[in-house]
């Protein structure tokens, strides 16, 4: 089976396409960075969430402790 690189490469010629062996890296990093963004707009979204959770936890841990 041919990949689609490679079906597009003898539909268009190779003059039209020319394969960067850096792609794959710089693709990975694209993708990790888009994660990163995600999370940490989440993360800023749900500040004021998290920390009354974490008050919250802490107020009652304070209570079990002797």
């Keep these: 089976m041919h ?3 490679e079906r597009l490469t ?7 396409l020319k394969r ?3 792609q794959g890296a ?3 990093a694209l993708v990790v960075l888009g994660v990163a963004l ?4 989440a993360v ?4 004021g969430h998290i920390t ?7 107020t009652k841990l304070e209570s079990l402790a002797p």
Excluded: D, N, R, S
């Design 3 to 5: 990949t689609l690189y």
């Design 52 to 58: 009354t959770f974490m008050a919250k936890a802490g």
């Design 26 to 28: 710089v693709e990975y």
């Design 44 to 47: 800023a979204g749900f500040t």
């Design 10 to 16: 003898v539909a268009l010629g190779a003059a039209y």
């Design 20 to 22: 960067e062996e850096g």
């Design 38 to 41: 995600i999370i940490a707009a």
